[in-house]
């Protein structure tokens, strides 16, 4: 039943059926954690992700703290972002780190050629990157320009940031206002170098990662780990060829895949709208998204060859939906509206980091603000929380627990024509703070689904937030930015099992006692 007034889905006892779907979570063995990392976010100088959606300067009309949007870093720091992945993407491989720092007026005005051709003013740079990092409590990752750049404006890059000497780059910093050295968790060596990064085959890439790493000197307590440019989607020979090449004398703590849902699967055609698709679509683009659990397994088989004490992770540091484009607004800043399609998308892709949880141990979502799957749209003054940000948010107890196996008989399905997929995706996990967290999803846009839950020493209750919407593609509006919006939601047990409906294209996070 639910409660229209409280916005509350209550739900009471009814005897487990045979044919119910049946999960059970085996509380006995935990692990391995899952790394608070996976729910990383992506913000690249490409379109309005940065320029609008974060910063908007000082002298802003728009309120801001020290230029940053303060209804954006509230709802970021409500969100609890683990990570952020800057400058790229593309844009990473033609970034010149002096171009952003030192007085603002004073900085170079360069062309983004990758996306937009706009003229990039550089206000953003690295001493504001961190900033905002702070800010919203993030621990950040620096995507370095291995395309354009030099081994030496590599190193200088990290030398500036990390030292704490009286070198000369490291009293530029404190000169441009920063007097501690910044903690730098990541470091990548270049974008896509399959692609935009480079078009390099993965031997020439290898010989360049192992020739810029071989300087990328910073203080020992201080040592980003190293992530190489990885594959996309199915390729996994980069993954191979690293992992078999890069020896000893270089570090290689991850390597970064790519891998981007298209409704359509294909770069070649129409790729689908955003809003106003039928059944097939939603069918088609959740199938393409699950399809990502074939390709982190084929790479992770790889690395337990070779790396069988998962010292080197797969990371997963863009992925997330990609649709047309919004009609009217320029081609190259990749602005796209975000409905409940794309919440059940980013809760699949969870579930699915979840169960590989030992090797993807970190991941960001492409992109963070006004740009492909985003969680913030902004509109000069306005803004709005996408439902693929209430999906990252119901997730939050998820960070850093510890994944449980779950088991599940009676797994129905959701069919389109021949084609067929599970209707449930499920993941289960005692959080930091002890508690049993259980996430389920229904990609069944038309009918709910009646789950009993059972294990350990059972179940009194169920407490919890849900995510959906009458439509598939309901989404918000600057207009009505709380169309979709988690609701609560709560259940009682019987004889240690809880029994309860999932309702249809739903996401249900539930904190069981
Ligand atoms: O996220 C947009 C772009 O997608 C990134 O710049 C690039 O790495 C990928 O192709």
């Known amino acids: 039943m639910k409660t229209s007034g409280l916005a509350l889905w209550l739900y009471c006892v009814s005897a487990p059926l045979l044919a119910d779907t049946r999960i059970t979570i085996d509380t006995a063995h935990p692990g391995p954690v899952i790394n608070r990392h996976i729910y990383g976010q992506f913000m690249e100088h490409l379109g309005r992700g940065i320029y609008e959606g974060i910063w908007v300067g000082k002298d802003s009309t728009i309120p801001n703290i020290d230029g940053f949007r303060t209804d954006v870093v509230n709802a970021l720091k409500d969100l609890h972002v683990p990570v952020l992945r800057w400058p790229g993407g593309c844009f990473a491989d033609e970034y010149h780190w002096m171009d952003g720092i030192g007085p603002p007026a004073q900085r170079k005005k360069t062309v983004n050629t990758t996306w937009g051709?706009?003229?990039?003013?550089?206000?953003?740079?690295t001493h504001e990157f961190m900033a905002f990092a702070e800010l919203i409590g993030a621990d950040v990752y620096i995507n370095g320009n291995l395309g354009t750049g030099t081994p030496a404006e590599m190193a200088q890059w990290l030398e500036y940031m990390t030292s704490d000497s009286q070198s000369t780059?490291?009293?530029?910093?404190?000169?441009?206002?920063?007097?501690?050295?910044?903690?730098?968790?990541?470091?990548?060596?270049?974008?896509?170098?399959?692609?935009?990064?480079?078009?390099?085959?993965?031997?020439?890439?290898?010989?360049?990662?192992?020739?810029?790493?071989?300087?990328?000197?910073?203080?020992?307590?201080?040592?980003?780990?190293l992530i190489a440019s990885g594959g996309h989607t199915n390729l996994t020979e980069w993954t191979d060829y690293l992992i078999q090449h890069v020896g000893k004398d270089v570090r290689l703590n991850g390597i970064g895949h790519h891998y981007y849902t298209l409704p359509s699967g294909s770069w070649d055609t129409n790729k689908g709208p955003a809003?106003?698709?039928?059944?097939?679509?939603?069918?088609?683009?959740?199938?393409?998204?699950?399809?990502?659990?074939?390709?982190?397994?084929?790479?992770?088989?790889?690395?337990?060859?070779?790396?069988?004490?998962k010292k080197t992770g797969f990371y997963v540091d863009e992925w997330g939906t990609w649709y047309d484009t919004e009609q009217g607004d320029n081609p190259g800043f990749l602005y796209q509206q975000n409905s409940l399609r794309d919440a059940i998308v980013a809760a699949l892709n969870f579930n699915i980091f979840h169960q590989y949880a030992d090797r993807v141990r970190m991941a960001n979502i492409?992109?963070?603000v006004n740009v492909l799957q985003a969680m913030i749209l902004t509109d000069k003054q306005k803004m709005l929380l996408t439902p693929t940000y209430h999906a990252f948010s119901l997730y939050v107890p998820f960070q850093d627990a510890m994944r449980l196996p779950v088991t599940t008989d009676n797994m129905p399905t959701y069919d389109n024509g021949k084609d067929t997929m599970p209707k449930l995706s499920v993941t289960a996990a005692r959080?930091?703070?002890?508690?049993?967290?259980?996430?389920?999803?229904?990609?069944d846009p038309r009918r709910g689904e009646t789950v009993v839950i059972a294990g350990g020493s059972g179940f009194k209750r169920a407490n919890g937030r849900l995510l959906t919407a009458d439509a598939m593609d309901a989404h918000n509006t600057f207009e009505h930015p709380d169309a979709v919006a988690p609701e609560g939601f709560q259940a009682l047990g019987s004889g240690g099992k809880i029994t309860l409906d999932v309702p249809a294209k739903a996401v249900l996070v539930l904190e069981l006692e």
């Open 169 to 225: 780059l490291a009293n530029l910093r404190r000169q441009n206002g920063r007097d501690q050295p910044w903690k730098i968790q990541y470091f990548a060596l270049g974008n896509e170098s399959w692609g935009c990064g480079g078009s390099m085959t993965p031997a020439y890439y290898t010989d360049l990662y192992k020739h810029f790493g071989s300087f990328l000197k910073t203080p020992a307590d201080n040592k980003p780990e």
């Open 366 to 368: 492409a992109q963070m």
């Open 117 to 125: 051709g706009v003229i990039d003013d550089n206000a953003f740079g």
């Open 431 to 443: 959080g930091k703070n002890g508690k049993l967290y259980l996430a389920l999803v229904n990609v």
């Open 275 to 309: 809003l106003g698709f039928d059944e097939t679509a939603w069918f088609n683009t959740l199938k393409q998204t699950r399809r990502i659990e074939g390709f982190i397994q084929s790479n992770v088989a790889i690395l337990d060859k070779y790396d069988p004490a």
